[in-house]
């Protein structure tokens, strides 16, 4: 038989000629049929560590995948303004993804109960609109902290005035007072320029930068005036003002009084310490990784 | 719902059609409701129902005196509030309701049952209970309540404000103890870790997130942070110049013609004439707060008169050249 010609159509070639076979079945007698598997959950083994146990209240020790609204949490409320201004950022990430977590377990009951046509899901929903409240207020919480960074970086007068005024105490300082006045620098260089309180805190990639830049030339020149305050019959070579990072960074790494035999000597010899602009950075952070090695007894990375 | 949002779009938003057609989907879903239960109005739309305390004025467990109605006149307990609806339930305000068997509680024996009534809002008004020194009950009912200093209460565990009676500011109406106390579920945390506190400012240099996250906190590619404009921005922004009509120009002329204003100093006899008037104004004065507010006043500077001032010197300093 064949299909006729010409006319376009899908080819039946194979069922016809499989039609062409006679119908027959073997010996049913001798067929061997396997016991037929229930088709129920009992008859498949999920791993408990399963990434979509996740999805489940319990984990994989849930014994329902849905719960009515007597299970659900009807009497929390959601975490306050207040409360979540007291949270750093890893806590409010922690939390935020407790929430989504949460979320996604009451979503995929929903998603169930549409498809059981059950329809008493009101509690899912009050508690999904909880939760989400609560992510919008930590959204909220995040962003208010980084206006109030970026509202901090405009205030440039503010912030001068108030290291001008720190400066002028910290030159005329009762001998009795320095202390509290060193510790006040400690806060103050962290607070003003983020430059770290111990050298071993330091992350070399992201704290040299021109923050911790300015912070040093303050510092040192913090120092450096207090020193020629104490001390008027200075020679000459010290008493000019302090030029570049080179000079700068003694006072940051030692005291006062090693730091400025470090500055004399410095001077004595004549070298050229004015680096370029280029240069300060990468000297910055090769010399202070140098100086934590040294302390810490091991090799510069 | 997160998870239906997007259903959202092919619904029917009825809350945003007129009044009529809102009543002729309301008769519409009153079909399918028994008899007695109709629901009578459209619920308020979400963005105007009242979920703060403090607007809605009252709490659970209130005392309400009801000014409309059949039990107009009486006062009754609040135990729910109805944002939807604007209208609470009151213990006393019930009507009898035809119960089909299927909904039956438990120990019911009649087809009747007794069902609260919403009473409107606007129908109620704040009561309080108090005894007199002989010991006999008294009800205040405030026609208006304002509200004072805030104060924290242990049973709400919140900041409350105190109730006062408009006009007699000296009855304070007091919050009523909750119905129940606040209690801990799965998703609760614990009252020590929400004090817990582990962020400080310590240093401006240091960004509070990191920079990946300010992209989930603030949308980049929002239409308002555009950097360049395009041409119809440009020209919506800088409008065209206007030609002047015939009066403006005549205006313009004739004020470049006139010499410009020059001011001068009062002379002697204005200043001592001023000077006296203001000082016998004063001097009847007698309220202390008056003056004290005039004593302020005084130090402030006005910067027009400061101007005014310069422009005089300056005018003198050419004329003495």
Redesign the interface.
Known sequence: MLPSVGIRHFSRCAVRSARLKPLRFTDLNKINLNQPVVPTHKNFDVSPDHPLWAFFPNGNKATSCFRDSSEIDTSSRPWALPELRRKSFEDLHKLWYLILKERNILAREVRLAEAIRENNTQAHNELDEKLALTQKRIKQVLLERQVAYERAQLMTAEQEEYLRDFEERYVNAEESDIVSYNEKLIRLQYAFFGIEPQLDDFDMETDINVNFIEGLTYIANLKHKRYLKLHPQTEEVLSTPLDGVVEALPFLLNDTNEAIQELKSLRERGTETKLDKIDVIPFLKRTISQVIAERNGTEAV | ????TARKRFQRNVESYPKALRDVYLARANRFTLPTFESKEWPFPKNERKTKTEEIGFVNGDLAYITEGEKKGTVSTIFQYSPETDSVLLADVTSKKLLPKPYWVENQTSHLVDYPDYVKKSHIKLAAKDRDENGKVYYVVADKVIYKEKYYDDRYKRWLPRRYVKGHESIEIPWPNPPSE????????KEST??????E??????????AG??A???NPYSRYKKRFLTEADARRINGPEMPLTDEQKIYLAKKTAQPPKVHKRLSEDIQDFIGARIADHLNNIENPAMLAHLDVLSKSKIPDFQKTMKQIEEHEATQQQ
Request: proline share 12%; glycine share 0%.
């Open positions: 719902m997160s998870w239906n606040p209690k801990d579920d799965y998703l609760s945390t929400v004090f817990e506190k582990s962020y400012l310590q240093s401006l240099a240091k960004p509070p997130v990191p996250v300010l989930e906190l603030r």
